[in-house]
C-alpha cells in the first residue's frame, strides 16, 4: 500500500442532501486524535464501539454542531482502520461546514469508494463483497438486496472457495493417476 492508504480520510457515509441526520466518516491513522482536535472532548485513549455526545468546534473554539461521535479501533471497523463516525445535523450547510473543518485540522476527503477499498486492503472485505457493497447501496428490489447481503455475507466467496478445493484435489487426483 502507499503513504495515502494510511492517511485519515472524511467523507459524507449518508446520502448527499438535507436529512435530520447525515453520518461523517473519518478513517485512517489516529483518527480518534485527529477528530479531537475540532471536538469538545479529547477521544483519542476513549474505547471503541462507544459513542461521546460533543460539540464539533472551528479553529476559533465557536460551536459548529452539537454531534454524536461513534469510535472504532484499528480492527475493529469497517475499513479495519481506526475510524470515527459523527453523527451531525443534516443540513447541507453543517455537512460541509464539517467537512471543511476535518479537512482544516488533517483529513483529506474520500475519494469515491475509498471506504470500500480500505476495507477490501486491510482484508476486511474479499472482492466479490466489495462489490456487493456497491450493489446494496443501488438495490432497488427485494430480489436485488437479498442477493447483495447473500454477497456480502461471504455466500459467493463461500461457493467458490468450496469449487477451487474441489478442483485441487481433482487436480491431485489426476497427477496421482498419470504417475501410475
Known amino acids: 500500500m502507499n503513504d495515502l492508504s494510511h492517511d485519515a480520510i472524511c467523507a459524507l457515509a449518508t446520502a448527499n442532501g438535507m436529512g435530520a441526520i447525515a453520518v461523517i466518516r473519518v478513517s485512517g491513522k489516529n483518527s480518534k486524535q485527529l477528530v479531537s482536535k475540532a471536538f469538545s472532548k479529547d477521544l483519542s485513549s476513549l474505547p471503541s464501539h462507544t459513542v461521546h455526545l460533543g460539540w464539533m468546534l472551528s479553529a476559533t473554539g465557536e460551536r459548529l454542531d452539537e454531534v454524536l461521535a461513534t469510535l472504532f479501533d484499528h480492527g475493529k471497523s469497517f475499513t479495519g482502520e481506526e475510524s470515527v463516525e459523527l453523527a451531525c445535523h443534516g443540513s447541507p450547510y453543517i455537512q460541509q461546514l464539517l467537512l471543511q473543518r476535518l479537512v482544516e485540522i488533517g483529513c483529506r476527503l474520500a475519494e469515491p469508494g475509498e471506504f470500500?477499498?480500505?476495507?477490501?486492503?486491510?482484508?476486511?472485505l474479499d472482492l466479490s463483497q466489495a462489490e456487493a457493497v456497491a450493489d446494496l447501496i443501488a438495490a432497488q428490489s427485494k430480489q436485488a438486496h437479498q442477493v447483495a447481503l447473500q454477497q456480502l455475507r461471504g455466500r459467493f466467496s463461500s461457493e467458490l472457495q468450496q469449487l477451487r478445493e474441489q478442483l485441487i484435489n481433482f487436480a491431485a487426483l489426476i497427477e496421482l493417476e498419470l504417475d501410475f
Open 116 to 124: 470500500t477499498k480500505r476495507a477490501f486492503l486491510n482484508g476486511r
